[in-house]
């Protein structure tokens, strides 16, 4: 079975259905069905079809989503870029996904125009007006194209970049079957969710959480509701403008809305499920969050890109096993072993492997782009090593009390250290550098960058260590706070540890400041 496939199901049997609203524009199924196909064949003028990659760096909107099922429809693979990402690391995607069309809007003209001058091949289509070296997302449209038959040998619907233990990006392989799995089946049993529901969404389309929602949406015949970002107020009136049933988020956007939601909790009068995932979620949080709308029913749950869902914690579990991040999700099976693969007692820290049938048939992806290497370490006779520790009880709830590969959760968003120390490194006067996270009462996690300092750079300050970062990376993994060290502390065999420069911080800093000396 097939995303488009699917959509096309829910159009046919409800076609007069609103499918999207953004701004002051309302899209039909009907409408969107048509929409999908006219693009398709606009995309397929242009050279695209099955296996071919198209990156998408846009803002929230419905040429996201047209563009997403259009690319589907010719069997085509997307890769979701968020616009928090550098041009920099555009041109990365771009060239490792070897892909063959960019699209962007206006504001990101000049960056990929740069793009297109180094990556042979590259074709580029704007959201704005057309201009030199760039296709007009309204010229990219073929209203007598027939879709074709799609064989299921295309399997894969989105390459979703993450981070591995070297900091360099790779390109989780999600399949047809894995979104269809993790968004219709298991999110819509688990959540008891359905084509009745209305769905906001505020969080980047791009990024798995927004793309969840995205899903959730047009699996099961649903409305998604698009907002271009945060903005509280303009949350909750759209709740109640549009009636929002459904809503997802991380901790921090829970944090952010509750202010303007409790000077009219009524207006989420609708609202009758939220979804939350991310960092954990503190208890008190939890409360305040119940009691201002005691008639929403909360769900956390604990995933990850190469995956899937692995666990929820239902409403009813968010008080009795608060730091639990639940039990196995339906048809997941999850172990915690031993550094040599050996399961280990309940209660016992270990890291948690999970298997959902075949890699690509369920949950879990069906590898990484051109890396076989890196696939083979993190899929072992169908488990994948999520390289995150933590132990089960008895009553088989699941605890994660710490990340093997060093990465921090902030604000929802997936950092990983090596990456950020590896861009530090790019400084002239920096001889070495390490990050960790923090615990932050807004975002969860704030970055710290340790750096250490050689004879010429003597005059760096975390300013400029911070304003390099800005430049190179996505905003939100820049460091918060950077602090110069004489000497990292390191094992007999040099490296680096990270849990004494931790240690540190809680001892120096009972606030969990750093300056930037």
Partial sequence: MRLEV????????????????????????????????????GLARHGVGAGDAIVLYLPNGIPFVELLYAAFSLGARIVPVTMRNTIRELKYFCEDSSARLVVCDDRSIDG??????????????????????????????????????????????????????????????????????NHGFMNGTDWSIDHTDRFLVVSPLAHRAGLGRLMNAMTLGGTLVILPGFDADEIVATMEREAITVFGMVPTICRMLLPTLEQAPDKARTLRLVAVTGEAFPVELKKRFLTLLPHTRLVSFFGMTEAGAVSNLSHEEQFSHPQSVGRAAPGVEVRVVSTEGVDVADGTVG??????????????????????????????????????????????YLYIVDRKKDMILSGGFNIYSKEVERTILEIGGVADAAVIGIPDPEFGEAVVAFVERNPSGATLTGEQVIAHCREAIASYKKPRHVHFVDALPRNAVGKVLKHQLAEQVRAFHSEIRITQE
């Fill in 6 to 41: 699917v959509f096309a199901a829910h159009a046919a049997r409800n076609p007069d259905k609103e499918a999207l609203v953004c701004g002051d524009r309302r899209v039909s199924y009907r409408e969107l069905k048509r929409r999908i196909r006219d693009v398709a064949g």
């Fill in 112 to 181: 990929v125009r740069s793009i297109l001058a180094e990556v042979p091949g590259l074709k580029a289509i704007t959201t704005g007006v057309s201009r030199n070296g760039f296709i007009s997302y309204d010229d990219v449209t073929d209203g007598n194209f027939t879709l074709p038959s799609v064989s299921l040998d295309h399997d894969f619907a989105m390459i979703l970049y993450t981070s591995g233990t070297t900091g360099r990006p790779k390109g989780v392989l999600l399949t047809h079957a894995n979104i269809l799995v």
């Fill in 351 to 396: 890291e948690l492997i999970v298997r959902s049938g075949q890699p690509g048939a369920f949950t879990v992806m069906k590898g990484y782009l051109n890396r076989n290497e890196d696939t083979a370490k993190a899929l072992v006779d169908g488990w994948f090593y999520t390289g995150d520790l933590g132990y089960r009880d008895a009553d088989g």
